[in-house]
């Protein structure tokens, strides 16, 4: 796909970004074809810059994986004439902020989506925070674990009876990343009709709540409050990792029929016959009559005969790969998920989408600190200019 074909070409992002949440939203611009600038503190560069072991160019293999295909400017915000010239910057050239910075940072320097939107009317700003704009937690800071723990994905997470453990990726902070970019292409659309931009808000707490939409809604309905089940979940089952002789299957008879489908193929007739798991919820409800007999039949096979005996009689099953099998899968390579960007050879997740059959993707690296100051520096020129 071509820059000239990619759906954001010609569209200008300012990322006023660091760690995760906001630098996943500028990666998903920057792969659409949009032109994303990346800000960074002079001194200190986005904290992700640090976060290794394992490093690629003496930078972690992180932050190369949150921000290849941007342009990277820094700005002290301690410094009167960087401020005026980012401000500028964003008058002049951008369609779009994004920022997720500490609340209230931005106010001392006259950058925020009310002060500019009153100078640029047609500017889309949009907030990415930690517990939302208003309430109890607005000030507090806040990481991706923090609202995994405080909005009860946690709680859903792991083994009941067991330390509470996180999602093993950053779920929630690519989560707001996403709903931000989707609250700003909902601001240009919007846009496209008014002339008039928006200011789009999310934040990690609100993502969270999202992510929690079927357990809150089943404490709603019920007032149960729902436990974790591992690999399985609390309302359907059987649905979960079962562990076979040299490994681990995850099997999902996600429905009446596919649990018919699946007791023949164990050789365990006699469960599709049982009454009591006749339905769906009555296997949930007798999960733990259930659960032990597919243990029992699942350790005869190993992971490979057995999905291929549950492939042939229709019932989804995968095995749990680790990361280093995921990277090298046929499937991985046949959806040519991994790019490569140019000078670069680290192979590197592009974005879930193609259009047309191609797939977007910026191919220039994460750019190296202050890389291109040279665009803040074409603004303090513009302003010499103007005031001669």
């Known amino acids: 796909m071509t820059d000239i074909d990619k759906p954001l070409a010609g569209i200008t992002v300012v990322e006023l970004g660091h760690s995760v949440a906001a630098p996943y939203a500028g990666l998903i611009l920057a ?38 295909g941007k342009e990277g400017i820094t700005v002290d915000f301690g410094n009167a004439r960087d401020c005026e010239n980012l401000k500028s910057l964003i008058l002049t050239e951008a369609d779009a902020v994004i920022q997720n910075l500490r609340p209230g940072i931005l106010d001392k320097f006259g950058l925020t989506a009310a002060a500019l939107r009153v100078e640029k009317p047609a500017l889309i700003w949009c907030d990415i925070g930690a517990f939302g704009n208003k309430g109890p937690l607005a000030s507090k800071p806040g990481y991706d674990p923090l609202a995994q723990a405080s909005t009860g994905i946690m709680s859903v997470t792991g083994e009941g009876g067991r330390p509470p453990v996180r999602v093993g990726v950053s779920l929630v902070d690519m989560g707001s990343g996403m709903w931000s970019v989707i609250g700003l292409l909902a601001a240009m659309v919007a846009r496209g009709k008014s002339g008039k931009g928006r200011t789009v808000s999310t934040s990690l707490y609100e993502t969270g709540l999202a992510w929690m939409t079927v357990p809150l809604a089943g404490h709603a309905a019920s007032g149960e409050v729902r436990k974790p089940y591992g690999s399985g979940t609390a309302e359907i089952a059987p649905y ?15 429905n009446d029929n596919l649990f018919r489908k699946l007791c023949p193929a164990l050789g365990l007739d006699a469960l599709a016959r049982d009454p009591d798991f006749a339905t769906n919820a009555g296997r949930v409800g007798h999960r733990d009559r259930l ?18 005996i549950l492939d042939r009689a229709g019932v989804p099953n995968a095995p749990l790969l680790t990361t280093d099998q995921v990277a090298v899968h046929p499937q991985t390579r046949a959806l040519d998920m991994t790019v490569r960007c140019s000078e670069d050879d680290i192979d590197l997740v592009g974005i879930p989408l193609s259009f047309d059959g191609a797939r977007p993707r910026a191919r ?13 520096q ?11």
């Open 378 to 388: 074409a603004e303090s020129s513009k302003e010499k200019v103007h005031a001669e």
């Open 240 to 254: 979960q990792a079962f562990e076979a002789s040299d490994g681990w299957l995850m099997i999902a008879a996600g």
């Open 364 to 376: 220039t690296p994460a750019p190296a600190l202050g890389q291109h100051n040279a665009i803040l």
């Open 291 to 308: 659960i032990p007999q597919i243990e029992t039949a699942v350790r005869l096979h190993t992971v490979d005969a057995l999905g291929a």
């Open 31 to 68: 792969d659409l074809g949009a032109r994303v600038i990346k800000v960074e503190n002079p001194k200190t560069g986005d904290y992700a810059r640090g976060w290794g072991p394992p490093f690629f160019k003496d930078t972690a293999s992180a932050f190369h994986s949150l921000n290849r």
